[in-house]
């Protein structure tokens, strides 16, 4: 009778071992959406990139260790789980494997567009001996000048790695920017 109260304590602890360590990056996707929400901010588009890259690496992290554990958990304790619970596991592990691996790309990508607006906006500093002037094309052409009150939190907005619009491109000044196109709106 302890042998079997001793395997059913052990089956019973791989059990929750299985279904927590797949859980956790359920969990680990409610926090992330929280962080989210906390950080979102309408000021400094380019700071958006840097939250969701940083989230999203930090869940697909908690996710494929999540999954590790899973699958060693079910690996090592098979032969005392029920075959249900193999099924179960594997139904919960699909939905994180394929979010994992979508997010992971994605976050290095939002990171990449985060640090590479920094880079051009110094660049064009560089090139231009000063401020550039930001020209936007698309629907809401416009120029912004350095004396904008926009400027300040749009100048390192150049990299759009979703391609959902045409990026702001700098020039040295707004006559230049006049010349390629881009309307001066006042």
């Known amino acids: 009778m302890d042998s079997d109260s001793s395997a059913s304590d052990a089956s019973t602890r791989a059990l929750k071992r299985a279904v927590f360590s797949i859980g956790a990056p359920y969990a680990g996707l409610v926090l992330a959406a929280a962080i989210l929400g906390a950080l ?6 380019h700071v958006v990139y840097l939250e969701y890259g940083l989230v999203g690496l930090a869940w697909s992290m908690v996710a494929i260790a999540g999954l590790v554990v899973s699958v060693i958990t079910v690996r090592r304790s098979g032969h005392l789980l029920d075959g249900g619970i193999h099924w ?6 699909g939905p994180v494997v394929i979010a994992a691996a979508v997010l992971v790309p994605l976050s290095i990508a939002c990171l990449n567009a985060y640090q590479a607006g920094f880079a051009a906006y110094d660049a064009a500093v560089r090139s231009c001996g000063g401020p550039p002037v930001l020209a936007w094309g698309g629907w809401g052409a416009h120029i912004t000048l350095p004396t904008n009150s926009d400027y300040d939190r749009l100048k390192y907005e150049t990299k759009d790695f979703l391609l ?3 990026p702001a491109v700098y020039f040295c000044s707004a006559a230049d920017a006049e010349a390629h196109g881009y309307p001066m709106i006042s």
């Open 88 to 93: 179960l596991v594997a139904v919960l592990q």
């Open 40 to 45: 979102s901010t309408p000021e400094y588009h």
């Open 164 to 166: 959902l619009g045409p």
